[in-house]
């Protein structure tokens, strides 16, 4: 399975549970599995992403066109099948063009077109002001789910080596981590 992310991702991943500070794995899991050919992301939400100048912009400039992927031809009639769709009266004007004008439509069509995907934190929603990602997914046939759910089916694990609360290092408990204090580690299946 292949997945494109959301800038929600990044930002509440940054803002929250895998800060750069203090969870590393979490970024350098993403790094392999993009080394992998599993995690992606799309050059719109580069540009979300380094709008702010903090250390999320700074780490997502370091990331290239394989990583945040460009606009292809592939992706024109899923552009085309997804206005229809944003279009057809479910939604209120105001939302089919602010949808239109962002990220989150491009994403769609990319995983729609290239059959990724979509990762996000979004949840669907039965409204009409906010065309949500998850609902354009849904009525696209697109593969939506959050992020936990992916680290889940990926069998993602950030374990920390050293000392613990319940006793010993890692490698005391019989695990195979390090010893030394904070080095976090991953599982690549």
């Known amino acids: 399975m292949q997945y494109l992310l959301d800038s929600d991702v990044f930002i509440q991943a940054k803002n929250l549970h895998y800060s750069f500070d203090f969870c590393p794995a979490f970024w350098d899991w993403i790094d392999r599995s993009h080394d992998r050919g599993i995690v992606f992301s799309i050059e719109k939400v580069r540009s979300e992403l380094v709008a702010i100048e903090d250390e999320l912009a700074n780490w997502a400039k370091r ?9 292809d031809d592939a992706i024109l009639p899923s552009l085309a099948v997804i206005s229809a769709w944003a279009s057809s009266g479910k939604y209120e004007p105001a939302a089919v063009s602010t949808f239109l004008q962002v990220a989150d439509y491009y994403l769609v069509a990319h995983a729609h077109a290239h059959a990724f995907t979509v990762v996000t934190h979004e949840v669907a929603a039965e409204i009409v002001k906010k065309i949500k990602i998850p609902n354009a997914c849904i009525g696209l046939s697109v593969t939506v789910m959050s992020p936990y759910e992916m680290l889940r089916i990926e069998k993602a694990r950030f374990v920390l080596g050293g000392p613990a609360a319940s006793g010993g290092s890692a490698q005391q408990r019989g695990g195979s981590g390090p010893t030394s204090g904070q080095e976090a580690l991953w599982n690549d299946p």
Not at 63 to 71: A, H, T, V, Y
């Open 63 to 71: 990331r290239g066109d394989d990583f945040f992927l460009p606009p």
